[in-house]
Every structure is written in C-alpha cells, then in structure tokens.
C-alpha cells in the first residue's frame, strides 16, 4: 500500500516559477523510479521528468533547460522546480513511483491525485 501526496501547484504569470513536491509513503522497495507527469485537456499524459534512486534523470523534450527534478531518498520525496514558465506548460501535473516487488515477480507503480499548474499570458 502506497500512496502520494503533491503539494506546491497554482497559477503564476508566465516566465514565473513553481516547485512542486510528492512525498510517497507506505511499502516502498528501495530501488525505484519517482517522476512527474502531466496532462492537459483534450492531451495524452506526458513524461515531465523521471529519476531513479540511483539519480538517473530524463526530461521530455520541451521542459530541458528549464525543469529539473531531484529527490531526497531518505524521505522517499520528489520534487520539480520549474522555472520559465509558459502557458503551454498548464496541466495537471501527476507524481508516479514504479517499483519491482521484493521477488520481482511483478512491478508496481502508483499515482498521486495531481496538482493542477495553471500559467497565464
């Protein structure tokens, strides 16, 4: 049982900046992948940004330069600051953990509520 908790949405001006955070809790294997997705309306959910506990990153295209995440594992928390903002960047943005179970039998992921990131022009 796992579960995400965002916080650090809201509306800003373009050009502005939002840190967004998602503490996980519960049964996590150690070993594992945090990220940031989005989704906007009438749009598929996209990759933002992902990082493994190993500190690897990825980056969708259109958010290098300006976004980056980190993690803190000890607190099994992510975060994602983003700077430059722009008005295509409105979506509500969704935390995810993807893990393999203790036998790797199966893997897991698990999904937050979404924070909504709303930047006017």
């Known amino acids: 049982q796992v579960q995400l908790v965002e916080s650090g949405g809201g509306l800003v001006q373009a050009g502005g900046s939002l840190r967004l955070s998602c503490a996980a809790s519960g049964s996590i294997f150690s070993i594992n992948t945090m990220g940031w997705y989005r989704q906007a309306p009438g749009k598929q959910r996209e990759l933002v940004a992902r990082i493994t506990s190993g500190g690897s990153t990825n980056y969708a295209d259109s958010v290098k330069g300006r976004f980056t995440i980190s993690r803190d594992n000890a607190k099994n928390t992510v975060y994602l600051q983003m700077n430059s903002l722009k008005p295509e960047d409105t979506a509500i943005y969704h935390c995810?953990?993807?893990?393999?179970?203790?036998?790797?039998?199966?893997?897991?992921?698990?999904w937050g509520k979404g924070t909504l990131v709303t930047v006017s022009s």
């Open positions: 995810n953990i993807a893990f393999l179970t203790i036998g790797a039998l199966t893997s897991v992921d698990y």
